[in-house]
């Protein structure tokens, strides 16, 4: 899948056994379908990226953004991405936000580049601090993790 083949990309974080294992299962990704809430991104009529999202009170949430490797770098996750920029403004969200990595080249700089900022602590709601004990729970280093926003 899309996925699995995206987390070979963190392998030299040590991290692939743990992006494998949380893989989103295909009872989810049909959930996120009938919920509106799944784009998926295609070339010669097959998937080379999708985007999962959620609601979080008045925010959209990026679940899950991933794109083959062999089609990086070609702006499919920046299209992806702005996407769902467009369609949670459409939804009347008030922002769009993720859960990253912040040492990943790939991760943080990537969405600090489509206007996305780190979010305070000192602004997590409940849900959020619930998303936060989540990745520990599932042995994410927490540590070089950041919540970020991107104002509508």
Known sequence: TIERLAAGTFERLGLVDLYTRICTSSQEFAEYQQAGCLWVAV????????????WIETQVHIDEVDVLPAYARRGIGRALVERVCHWAAEQSA???????HTNVPWNAPFY????FVVMSPDNWTPAYQEMR???IDL???????????RRL
């Open 43 to 54: 070339e010669d009529d097959q998937p080379v990226g999708f985007i999962a999202v959620s």
């Open 94 to 100: 008030d922002a769009v936000t993720l859960s990253t």
């Open 112 to 115: 600090a580049k489509l206007g």
């Open 133 to 135: 004990q989540q990745e």
């Open 139 to 149: 042995g994410f280093p927490v540590q070089d993790r950041a919540f970020m926003i």
